[in-house]
């Protein structure tokens, strides 16, 4: 009875021997060590002869199954001729430290059955790593991890040495309130790295805080190994409605040298945004290269609304703590000439969503829309500084005017509550007219003819009388306008496209990225508009389906690159040299085109 288990475990191994020329079907572990708590993938790659085969996974007993199993499919064309394969990939999680064993898997390929030879990962402690790392370590203390030593995974190397993460500092907050997203690049080695894809920030207004171009490099240590830190991005989000969203993987391209031989120096590293190049260098004598893709993993945002109980009936979307203040520009403004209402809202909040507060002006002025200055400090989480509203108004006679009081309202993140903050009536006085002015500081010039002409009074007399019985006219006609009762509202109507795109319109001959940031906007305001999407519901995934029976898979194709090059463009610094008048046309056709299937 005790031999029974040797006598099968040969039997496995005999037809697995037997058989292994005949089928594919083996375990791909990494060689490298795995820090214990971290996640390790194994693979099993097994021919597939019919849809039937069937696979079986072995007792992970030492592992926790974080991930899988994932099955694709693949070919291979190295074993005389063509086979179909299927990889069947699991995402474990060691639960001790050791030699740890995947067992044989089992499969049954065309009626036959078949096992994998077992396979070990080596689990070390974080202790044991830092002591294996400074073997490498050169004098002065820096690992040399651009050594490739011979058998050495280099796959497993630059993932251990090259990777991004992303961060959010919160993944829960109200409409309207802050969440600040960083993205950085760790590294140990001989790197060129390039960002090929910024994520995409759908539902947020955006403020870049740090970029590539401020260098922002600093050295952190992570389970006893040092690595150069470049914070590639940094921005503050503000959330537009509430919602589910999903902030874009950033993905980056790299080449990465190694040396075969020992090396005394720092690596390097250099970081570009859209310049990545397929050129043509080459590595010094004695390196190896090796290109690297990777990505950050996506970051879920959620957003909730804001409390129904107690919002003011005049709140517009202020988020944070302000106050506000506002005058008369002009010591003494004139009648019939254009003066100016500043109005300044101050303190630390959601700055770039504040639309213009709403003036009654008193009867006897126009108003106009304002100006925007803006003057905040970026730095600070919730922007700190001021919105400044400058309305240019006409007054249409002189006198003493006062534009009523009113209550500015916003929600305090602070107490979770709404607050308002009162502004006084603004009381200003017309004295002047600046059409008596100028005829009075230019009178006419008196005829030294000696004669008179009475004709010439008779006619302004006429001419004066006239204009006054056309003026009461008018006057008593907008009388009884004014007292007609209102007509209905009219219904209400779509936006018209060209709306949407109107500003990528004007920018086609300006800037590029503002021109691709203003064309994004306007396609994805028409589709949120149009088809009733908002938070992570606007996605390109979301989009296929949505579109996939209103317009042709090659239009659905054509509008999807559009927005990916948008994407592309709004980071990049190097014009990319599109033809901008053709991709607003074929965005224009395309809505168009979803228009009439509405």
């Given at each position: 009875m005790k031999n029974k288990p040797i006598i099968l475990t040969l039997t496995a191994l005999l037809a697995f021997f037997s058989l292994s020329a005949q089928v594919v079907f083996k375990t791909l572990v990494t060689s490298e060590p795995v820090l214990l708590g971290h996640s390790c993938r194994v693979q099993f790659i097994m021919e597939e002869v019919t849809p039937d085969d069937e696979?079986?996974?072995?007792?992970?007993?030492?592992?926790?199954?974080?991930?899988?199993?994932?099955?694709?499919?693949?070919?291979?064309?190295?074993?005389?001729?063509?086979?179909?394969?299927?990889?069947?990939?699991?995402?474990?999680?060691?639960?001790?430290?050791?030699?740890?064993?995947?067992?044989?898997?089992?499969?049954?390929?065309?009626?036959?059955?078949?096992?994998?030879?077992?396979?070990?990962?080596?689990?070390?402690?974080p202790e044991e790593a830092r002591e294996q790392d400074k073997k490498q370590t050169r004098p002065g203390g820096f690992n040399s991890s651009s050594y490739l030593a011979p058998g050495e995974d280099p796959a497993a190397k630059i993932n251990r040495g090259l990777f991004l993460k992303a961060t959010v500092d919160r993944q829960s907050c109200y409409v309207g309130q802050p969440v600040t997203a960083t993205f950085k690049l760790y590294s140990r080695l001989y790197s060129k790295s390039d960002i090929v894809k910024n994520p995409g920030f759908y539902g947020?207004?955006?403020?870049?805080?740090?970029?590539?171009?401020?260098?922002?490099?600093?050295?952190?240590?992570?389970?006893?190994?040092?690595?150069?830190?470049?914070?590639?991005?940094?921005?503050?989000?503000?959330?537009?409605n509430e919602g589910?969203?999903?902030?874009?993987?950033?993905?980056?391209?790299?080449?990465?040298?190694?040396?075969?031989?020992?090396?005394?120096?720092?690596?390097?590293?250099?970081?570009?945004?859209?310049?990545?190049?397929?050129?043509?260098?080459?590595?010094?004598?004695?390196?190896?290269?090796?290109?690297?893709?990777?990505?950050?993993?996506?970051?879920?945002?959620?957003?909730k609304p804001l409390p129904a109980k107690g919002k003011p009936d005049n709140w517009t979307g202020a988020v944070g703590r302000f106050t506000v203040n506002w005058k008369i520009v002009e010591a003494s403004p004139a009648a019939n000439e254009e003066a100016h209402l500043e109005l300044v809202v101050q303190g630390k909040g959601n700055f770039s969503q504040l639309t213009p507060p709403v003036i009654k002006w008193p009867a006897g002025i126009e108003g106009f829309e304002p100006r925007v200055v803006d003057e905040w400090d970026i730095t600070k989480k919730p922007l700190q500084g001021f919105r400044k509203f400058i309305y240019p108004f006409v007054a249409s006679r002189k006198g003493l005017f006062t534009i009523p009081a009113f209550s500015f309202s916003y929600f305090n993140t602070d107490s979770n509550k709404y607050?308002?903050?009162?502004?006084?009536?603004?009381?200003?006085?017309?004295?002047?007219?600046?059409?008596?002015?100028?005829?009075?500081?230019?009178?006419?010039?008196?005829?030294?003819?000696?004669?008179?002409?009475?004709?010439?009074?008779?006619?302004?007399?006429?001419?004066?009388?006239?204009?006054?019985?056309?003026?009461?006219?008018?006057?008593?006609?907008?009388?009884?306008?004014?007292?007609?009762?209102?007509?209905?509202?009219?219904?209400?109507?779509?936006?018209?496209?060209?709306?949407f795109l109107r500003p990528a319109a004007?920018?086609?001959?300006?800037?590029?990225?503002?021109?691709?940031?203003?064309?994004?906007?306007?396609?994805?305001?028409?589709?949120?508009?149009?088809?009733?999407?908002?938070?992570?519901?606007?996605?390109?995934?979301?989009?296929?389906?949505?579109?996939?029976?209103?317009?042709?898979?090659?239009q659905l194709d054509e509008l999807l690159t559009i927005i990916e090059t948008c994407e592309a463009g709004i980071y990049t610094v190097v014009d990319a040299g599109n033809d901008k008048e053709a991709m607003l046309h074929s965005a224009m056709s395309i809505m168009q085109g979803i228009e009439q299937r509405l």
């Amino acid at each position: 009875m005790k031999n029974k288990p040797i006598i099968l475990t040969l039997t496995a191994l005999l037809a697995f021997f037997s058989l292994s020329a005949q089928v594919v079907f083996k375990t791909l572990v990494t060689s490298e060590p795995v820090l214990l708590g971290h996640s390790c993938r194994v693979q099993f790659i097994m021919e597939e002869v019919t849809p039937d085969d069937e696979f079986f996974a072995p007792d992970f007993a030492a592992f926790k199954i974080t991930m899988g199993p994932d099955v694709s499919a693949a070919t291979d064309g190295n074993t005389g001729g063509f086979r179909k394969l299927r990889n069947i990939s699991y995402v474990l999680t060691p639960q001790k430290k050791g030699n740890l064993e995947i067992p044989s898997a089992m499969a049954i390929i065309n009626g036959k059955t078949y096992y994998t030879i077992p396979a070990f990962i080596k689990v070390i402690s974080p202790e044991e790593a830092r002591e294996q790392d400074k073997k490498q370590t050169r004098p002065g203390g820096f690992n040399s991890s651009s050594y490739l030593a011979p058998g050495e995974d280099p796959a497993a190397k630059i993932n251990r040495g090259l990777f991004l993460k992303a961060t959010v500092d919160r993944q829960s907050c109200y409409v309207g309130q802050p969440v600040t997203a960083t993205f950085k690049l760790y590294s140990r080695l001989y790197s060129k790295s390039d960002i090929v894809k910024n994520p995409g920030f759908y539902g947020f207004t955006v403020l870049d805080v740090i970029g590539l171009k401020n260098k922002k490099v600093a050295t952190e240590e992570i389970d006893g190994l040092l690595y150069d830190v470049h914070t590639v991005r940094t921005v503050q989000l503000y959330p537009l409605n509430e919602g589910e969203y999903e902030v874009d993987p950033m993905e980056v391209r790299s080449k990465v040298d190694f040396s075969l031989k020992a090396v005394d120096t720092d690596p390097e590293q250099t970081i570009n945004e859209g310049v990545y190049k397929d050129d043509s260098d080459s590595p010094p004598p004695g390196w190896i290269r090796f290109e690297h893709e990777m990505k950050s993993e996506p970051l879920m945002i959620s957003v909730k609304p804001l409390p129904a109980k107690g919002k003011p009936d005049n709140w517009t979307g202020a988020v944070g703590r302000f106050t506000v203040n506002w005058k008369i520009v002009e010591a003494s403004p004139a009648a019939n000439e254009e003066a100016h209402l500043e109005l300044v809202v101050q303190g630390k909040g959601n700055f770039s969503q504040l639309t213009p507060p709403v003036i009654k002006w008193p009867a006897g002025i126009e108003g106009f829309e304002p100006r925007v200055v803006d003057e905040w400090d970026i730095t600070k989480k919730p922007l700190q500084g001021f919105r400044k509203f400058i309305y240019p108004f006409v007054a249409s006679r002189k006198g003493l005017f006062t534009i009523p009081a009113f209550s500015f309202s916003y929600f305090n993140t602070d107490s979770n509550k709404y607050n308002s903050y009162p502004v006084a009536a603004l009381a200003f006085d017309i004295s002047r007219d600046k059409n008596r002015e100028t005829i009075e500081s230019n009178p006419v010039k008196k005829q030294n003819t000696g004669s008179h002409n009475p004709a010439g009074l008779y006619i302004a007399i006429i001419v004066t009388l006239v204009i006054a019985g056309v003026f009461i006219m008018w006057r008593r006609e907008s009388r009884r306008e004014r007292m007609k009762p209102s007509p209905p509202p009219p219904p209400v109507q779509r936006i018209p496209i060209e709306d949407f795109l109107r500003p990528a319109a004007i920018l086609t001959e300006g800037e590029s990225q503002q021109f691709y940031a203003a064309l994004n906007q306007g396609i994805w305001q028409y589709l949120g508009d149009r088809l009733h999407v908002s938070g992570t519901q606007m996605n390109k995934t979301t989009l296929r389906h949505l579109l996939s029976e209103r317009i042709s898979q090659a239009q659905l194709d054509e509008l999807l690159t559009i927005i990916e090059t948008c994407e592309a463009g709004i980071y990049t610094v190097v014009d990319a040299g599109n033809d901008k008048e053709a991709m607003l046309h074929s965005a224009m056709s395309i809505m168009q085109g979803i228009e009439q299937r509405l």
